[in-house]
């Protein structure tokens, strides 16, 4: 939790700095609420919950037959199950600013950090229950949003020592590659296809669009957009250019060309240290998602997403407030914290401000009193301290506890050190120690720490 919450207090750290304020929303969410927005495959991930009056209910007979009518139709049924737990945090948000549209003010920049759930086959990076720390702004049209969201992820890869591949894309421009190669009623099939080439390759890809019956000469003006990106060392101009030659009889793809160029061209004049990378090939699995799209890999890991989001322009239309555009982003805190154990970057925040930082060891009960006061002290001054609470003789003992908690200073008290004030206080890094009162122990530590 040490390690969690550094991360949580970086990334809460960054969306505070560009104005987001905190929200929560419950673990539960009516289930119509939640299916239908994730496509189908998010819909078979939904934990469903039974509803408690199953178990009260006397008619059992007309249950069963629910049950059985909703495995063969594969529905859900309210005699059954009314609500599911959320399967992220993005759709309950939106359910959320049309619940409470008199009270926002727009644009709404909020963040949340909560666990989601879904009905996946756990693995590594991949969990049941997970973190999301998402930011979203909504009412806004404005592309500075999509910058700000960059910028925002390149500050806390930066901060938390992660180095990153912000790869970006825009749904338009998918639409407008499926106009192009005569396939629009199939965008669907083939966002889902393509958005799997990490995972399943070219050859896959392929396959599952021939199985989604994605013509072979549609496929054939596909091959070489997909090649692009495998090249790895074509440029984002470069990408651009055979993009801006491909869409031109599509106005949807145009416009997210513009709109992607813009985007572009404003991060390249800022300071950033990631990497942002045009990926012709990204396309996010969510339905909702129309415009510009992220997704963020670890340069030196080998792991999935960690971070990714996009703009939706009407997702809280289906909850009856229709044109509410807006982007967000989503950190995946697991995926993260696994990323940063593997480049042991958390050796570093060992002494983070959650742990002690002094202990009071002692000889004995009259010591271990007098500690109090003492401890009281150091803890008005900002000092994480605590007392080794048992009265025990043996000081080794409660060194190795010390040593064991990673607590870098441990302050001696005896029977000279009650009589005159002085304390011994041991550095047990360097393993040094020296003889102080109480106030210089905690001016020290005050600047040591």
């Known amino acids: 939790m040490v390690r969690r919450n550094y991360i949580f207090d970086t990334i809460r750290t960054v969306f505070q700095r560009y104005g987001f304020s905190p929200i929560e929303t419950p673990a539960m969410e009516n289930i119509e609420t939640l299916t239908g927005k994730y496509g189908d495959e998010g819909d078979q991930l939904l934990f469903?919950?039974?509803?408690?009056?199953?178990?009260?209910?006397?008619?059992?007979?007309?249950?069963?037959?629910?049950?059985?009518?909703?495995?063969?139709?594969?529905?859900n049924s309210p005699l059954l199950t009314e609500r599911a737990l959320r399967y992220d945090l993005t759709v309950p948000f939106a359910r959320y600013v049309v619940q409470h549209q008199n009270e926002i003010t727009f644009p709404f920049k909020r963040y949340q950090i909560q666990p989601v759930w879904r009905a996946d086959k756990p693995q590594k990076g991949r969990y049941r229950e997970f973190f999301q720390c998402d930011a979203d702004v909504i009412g806004s049209n404005s592309l500075l949003n999509e910058v700000e969201i960059v910028q925002m992820i390149d500050e806390v890869f930066s901060a938390l020592g992660v180095s990153v591949t912000v790869k970006i894309n825009n749904r338009k421009i998918l639409t407008g590659i499926a106009e192009a190669i005569g396939e629009t009623e199939k965008i669907i099939d083939i966002t889902v296809a393509i958005d799997k080439l990490d995972k399943i390759g070219i050859d896959g890809v392929i396959k599952e669009l021939k199985e989604k019956q994605v013509a072979d000469a549609a496929i054939e003006k596909l091959i070489p957009l997909i090649n692009l990106q495998l090249g790895g060392k074509n440029s984002n101009n470069e990408k651009l250019g055979v993009l801006i030659s491909l869409l031109t009889i599509s106005d949807a793809g145009k416009n997210g060309l513009n709109e992607l160029q813009t985007v572009?061209?404003?991060?390249?004049?800022?300071?950033?240290?990631?990497?942002?990378?045009?990926?012709?090939?990204?396309?996010?699995?969510?339905n909702y998602y129309t415009g510009a799209i992220f997704e963020v890999k670890a340069n030196d890991v080998q792991m999935g997403s960690i971070c990714g989001g996009g703009r939706y322009d009407d997702l809280t239309g289906i909850f009856g407030l229709p044109n509410?555009?807006?982007?967000?982003?989503?950190?995946?805190?697991?995926?993260?914290f696994d990323v940063m154990n593997d480049l042991n970057l958390f050796d570093k925040i060992n002494n983070t401000s959650q742990t002690t930082k002094l202990m009071f060891a002692h000889f004995g009960e009259a010591e271990r009193d007098y500690c109090i006061a003492l401890a009281a002290k150091a803890r008005t001054a900002g000092i994480n301290t605590e007392i080794y609470p048992d009265a025990v003789k043996k000081i080794s003992k409660q060194f190795d506890y010390a040593n064991k908690k990673n607590i870098p200073y441990v302050a001696v008290v005896g029977g000279d050190e009650m009589q005159t004030g002085i304390i011994s206080l041991k550095d047990m890094a360097k393993g040094e120690q020296e003889k102080l009162a109480i106030d210089a122990i905690i001016k020290k530590l005050n600047e040591h720490i």
């Open 48 to 75: 469903k919950i039974l509803n408690s009056r199953q178990f009260e209910s006397k008619n059992k007979e007309e249950l069963k037959k629910e049950y059985e009518r909703s495995l063969e139709k594969n529905i």
């Open 264 to 286: 572009i061209n404003t991060i390249s004049k800022l300071n950033i240290k990631s990497e942002l990378q045009l990926d012709i090939t990204l396309a996010r699995g969510l």
């Open 324 to 336: 509410m555009s807006g982007v967000g982003i989503s950190f995946g805190i697991d995926r993260i």
